[in-house]
């Protein structure tokens, strides 16, 4: 029960900054955005306009993580070229 072997294999992570990921994330909410904006009116009568400001925010605050990630990135990279 407790004798497990497991197998770690040697693979680096695809995004270690993470910028790619929220990029990914932004462009969904901005997506789901522009998809959402011709239903306006059918939203607000069924008194789901929640959605769409959901997805606007999401992409206000994807911005924020953006410049967030970039910013880690560079100060990363500039601790790496330090250390070498």
Known sequence: MGNRTYLI?????????????VQVGTALFFLG??????????LEESGHTWLLWMCLTGVG???????????RRRYRTELAAADE
């Open 9 to 21: 294999a040697p693979v680096e992570p695809l995004d270690v900054d993470g910028v790619r990921t």
């Open 33 to 42: 955005f522009l998809g959402l904006l011709p239903f306006y009116g059918r």
């Open 61 to 71: 605050l994807g911005l924020l993580g953006m410049e967030y990630c970039k910013r």
